[in-house]
């Protein structure tokens, strides 16, 4: 079974609103990752998750909050966010950081107005 | 630093093998990456190589590397109008294990 399942599909939300986006995985995988991703364009790195602690932040507002409860799931907090934060946020996971092939989501489809 | 890049467009007939270049510039990459993007999914991950391997094959899809020339190919043989969508090109940094991708290659299938 390689299939991080991610939660909700799409998702509007308004500048003042505070929604969560939430990611799975039952591979064992030990790393953990957000990515943003505009349309036409290949994926940006947002947060790397290493046994459940926060290995790489790539310089992201504070207006995103990544949380790793355990090692299966990880979650995107979302707060104020801007119109051009519009994109698909797509999670990934691999046996660990340095180790394996990511393996991603289906993504979250994120419109701010 | 590390940079990935692909061509950005590519149209075949069905039938007809695709094929689908990529050149990097980490030479200490120890994996090179192939995914697939179909409109409004997720990353869908192809295959992959070692960099200490020349080639890799999987059924329809052969991986063809040249590490003296950093040149990653993806061959597609029969190309079926399922296989329309974008193709990225990935580096593992060693560094830090951090994919860096190409630009992505739409591939076009026409009947």
């Known amino acids: 079974d390689t299939e991080v399942t991610q939660t909700p599909k799409h998702l509007v939300m308004g500048m003042t609103n505070k929604k969560s986006l939430k990611c799975e995985q039952h591979m064992g995988h030990r790393a953990m990752y957000w990515y943003k991703q505009k349309a036409k364009k290949p994926p940006e790195l947002m947060f790397v998750?290493?046994?459940?602690?926060?290995?790489i932040n790539e310089s992201v507002p504070s207006r995103f909050s990544p949380e790793c409860p355990n090692s299966s799931l990880l979650n995107l907090h979302l707060h104020a966010l801007q119109p051009e934060d519009s994109a698909l946020y797509l999670c990934?996971?691999?046996?660990?950081?340095?180790?394996?092939?990511?393996?991603f989501g289906p993504g979250t489809r994120l419109t701010v107005l | 630093g590390e940079d990935v890049e692909q061509s950005l467009f590519l149209s075949v007939r069905e039938g007809d093998s695709s094929v689908i270049n990529c050149t990097y510039t980490d030479s200490s990459s120890t994996y090179l990456y192939w995914y697939k993007q179909e409109p409004g999914a997720g990353l869908q991950l192809l295959t992959y190589i070692f960099s200490n391997m020349d080639m890799k094959q999987d059924q329809r899809l052969t991986v063809l590397l040249n590490k003296k020339d950093k040149h990653l190919s993806l061959r597609i043989a029969d190309t079926q109008t399922g296989d329309s969508a974008i193709y990225f090109c990935a580096e593992s940094a060693l560094s830090t294990g951090k994919l860096i991708f190409g630009q992505g290659t739409t591939l076009q299938v026409k009947p």
């Open positions: 990934a996971s691999s046996q660990d950081r340095d180790r394996g092939a990511q393996y």
């Open positions: 998750y290493s046994y459940e602690k926060l290995s």
